[in-house]
């Protein structure tokens, strides 16, 4: 048993130094790239063709912890979930690349190919060579039982964050092309349908290319279950802790540049819906608008007691100098032939702008201010969906901050304490004594009724947490006075509130003229222009010559924000030169 357990290890290690020999990584190509080979960032080597034995835990020895235990089925785990998630980047490769790059006619270009299956090879070479060094592991299990260096020595690499980010910044590339092409190309839009029929667990090829977003998540998940039952002064408990702290700084990062992926695909999609000679069109393609904050709220339209007249959901985005509000259309005209699709491929709702308006002249209306805060400004509010105009007479009227239901049952209270209020002055005139009818007891229902508001208070203001209150600027009446209109959002909960009027107040101090420095650059005219953001001077320093000859000097300034055409995240520096005499 010694002697094959022995010959496994060395079969393994001799399998896994083949392939460090024959895997050589290469400098990071373009994503297209002059030929396929140059594109990939490997070199053309295939490491399933070496075929390691799988990862195989032996039989459970005797005598073993409960905690040894535990690790062993967590470990059974670990090799269970890589081992699909291995087939899972096979089959991208083997049942949708390989076949699409092979047809004719061409359902999809090899130019897009490159770009859908954008490093899709990589991830497979480094988990491959995961799985062989994890089989290795798992034989000698039960002598040293440690995993968390092979995570670490496995994923602290850069090269595995290189990888994993140039695939996670192309997905929502990617996911385009794909709907693009099931939109236009029944041929690709068969293929897909074809392969999710044959495949034995009918997994869409999206399905398949989402699983490296969840990776990560998954072995942190696994990990943190490990580590709980791994008592202190273990040998692989430090190791663990590591292991963990780089999958989830590794996490962290892959998930702040899928964030900004997807700002950057609700802004296109946002960009899609809208015509292309309006001017909002033309603000939003210009580059200069970032995505803040995007999210379904849910629209309210209330009467003049307060009853709720409609709602509706409505996808609000806040850009850094914008907030547009936008229907959302769920039901496409071909509606059945895009719900097939959309079983392939979510395609996500498509938006109709409702309204969009400048963030300066947007105002947060909270809990306690009222309509004649702003009427001191001679302007009138009305609400968002009142089908007429309010006359002068009504500008003054009460805005009602709580629900519908709960508003008119607190004034129900108010109405009712007001009449027990009239009946206990009544009841102080009687000059005889009657059961149920003294002071006392009218006392008692005042007592009651003024509780019972003080739990509605505090209902209605609960409400309040997730109600968003936004005053915008309409179009002057016919005397010429500003109307503002209220907008009423329900946020999903207080937090998202709270969210929103933090980002609404610090875009709005981001737009003031000192905190946005840049350069005046002169025209071919020589008049000057807006500043562009937002390169600064960060210092100067005096320079001196001892001779008196022309001095030539060279400048750097640094630019701390990425270029629009793709510049590094540390910055990038630009050089001026001048010559003194």
């Given at each position: 048993m010694k002697a094959a357990k022995s010959g496994t290890k060395d079969g393994l290690e001799k399998t896994r130094m083949a392939v460090m020999r024959k895997v050589s990584f290469l400098h990071r190509k373009d994503v297209l790239g002059d030929s396929e080979e140059e594109d990939m960032g490997l070199l053309e080597v295939s490491v399933s063709d070496i075929k390691p034995p799988a990862p195989e835990l032996g039989p459970m020895p005797d005598g073993l912890s409960p905690q040894q235990?535990?690790?062993?089925?967590?470990?059974?785990?670990?090799?269970?979930?890589?081992?699909?998630?291995?087939?899972?980047?096979?089959?991208?490769?083997?049942?949708?690349?390989?076949?699409?790059?092979?047809?004719?006619?061409?359902?999809?270009?090899?130019?897009?190919?490159?770009?859908?299956?954008?490093?899709?090879?990589?991830?497979?070479?480094?988990?491959?060579?995961?799985?062989?060094?994890?089989?290795?592991?798992?034989?000698?299990?039960?002598?040293?039982?440690?995993?968390?260096?092979?995570?670490?020595?496995?994923?602290?690499?850069?090269?595995?964050?290189?990888?994993?980010?140039?695939?996670?910044?192309?997905?929502?590339?990617?996911m385009s092309i794909i709907k693009k092409a099931c939109l236009t190309k029944p041929a690709f839009l068969e293929f897909l349908k074809r392969r999710q029929v044959c495949s034995p667990d009918r997994v869409t090829l999206y399905g398949l290319m989402v699983k490296p977003i969840q990776r990560f998540p998954q072995f942190i998940l696994l990990l943190q279950d490990m580590l709980k039952n791994t008592p202190r002064g273990h040998p692989d408990r430090l190791s663990l802790q590591l292991a963990l702290t780089e999958l989830e700084t590794l996490a962290e990062k892959l998930n702040e540049q899928k964030r900004l992926a997807d700002q950057v695909a609700e802004i296109q999609q946002l960009t899609k819906s809208v015509s292309d000679r309006s001017s909002l069109n033309k603000l939003l393609t210009s580059g200069q608008r970032q995505l803040l904050l995007c999210e379904t709220l849910t629209e309210t339209v209330y009467g003049d007691r307060g009853q709720l007249i409609k709602s509706k959901e409505r996808r609000v985005f806040l850009l850094n100098d914008m907030l547009v509000c936008a229907n959302i259309n769920f039901k496409p005209a071909n509606h059945r032939y895009v719900l097939e699709i959309s079983s392939l491929v979510p395609l996500g709702p498509k938006y109709v702008v409702k309204w969009n308006t400048a963030l300066p002249q947007v105002q947060v209306v909270e809990v306690g201010q009222d309509g004649g805060t702003y009427d001191k400004d001679n302007v009138l509010i009305q609400?968002?969906?009142?089908?007429?105009?309010?006359?002068?007479?009504?500008?003054?009227?009460?805005?009602?901050?709580?629900?519908?239901?709960?508003?008119?049952?607190?004034?129900?209270?108010?109405?009712?304490?007001?009449?027990?209020?009239?009946?206990?002055?009544?009841?102080?005139?009687?000059?005889?004594?009657?059961?149920?009818?003294?002071?006392?007891?009218?006392?008692?229902w005042c007592l009651a009724l003024q509780r019972l508001m003080r739990v509605k208070e505090e209902e209605i203001h609960s409400a309040n947490k997730c109600r968003l209150r936004l005053l915008l600027p309409g179009k002057p009446d016919k005397s010429g006075r500003p109307i503002s209109f209220m907008v009423v959002f329900i946020t999903p909960n207080p937090l998202s509130k709270i969210s929103w009027v933090n980002r609404l107040h610090l875009a709005k101090i981001g737009l003031r003229e000192e905190n946005q420095p840049g350069w005046l650059c002169p025209d071919e005219d020589k008049k000057s222009k807006a500043p562009f953001w937002c390169p600064i001077l960060a210092c100067c320093t005096p320079a001196f010559s001892s001779r008196a000859l022309s001095l030539q000097l060279g400048a750097l300034v640094h630019h701390p924000s990425p270029s629009p055409g793709g510049g590094s995240e540390h910055g990038r520096w630009g050089h001026n030169g001048g010559v003194l005499g």
């Open positions: 235990v535990v690790r062993r089925h967590i470990l059974g785990s670990i090799v269970q979930s890589e081992g699909s998630y291995v087939e899972s980047l096979k089959r991208i490769l083997q049942d949708y690349r390989n076949p699409l790059m092979e047809m004719e006619p061409k359902a999809l270009s090899a130019r897009k190919c490159q770009v859908v299956f954008f490093r899709v090879k990589e991830i497979l070479h480094c988990h491959s060579m995961f799985q062989i060094a994890l089989s290795s592991r798992v034989a000698e299990w039960d002598s040293t039982e440690k995993i968390g260096d092979l995570f670490v020595a496995s994923f602290s690499k850069s090269m595995v964050l290189d990888v994993y980010s140039d695939y996670v910044n192309n997905f929502t590339s990617a609400h968002a969906g009142a089908k007429k105009a309010p006359t002068s007479g009504q500008a003054h009227n009460k805005v009602y901050l709580g629900p519908p239901r709960l508003f008119q049952e607190l004034q129900d209270l108010q109405k009712d304490l007001a009449v027990v209020e009239q009946i206990t002055l009544l009841i102080s005139t009687l000059h005889g004594t009657y059961q149920n009818l003294n002071m006392t007891v009218a006392q008692d």
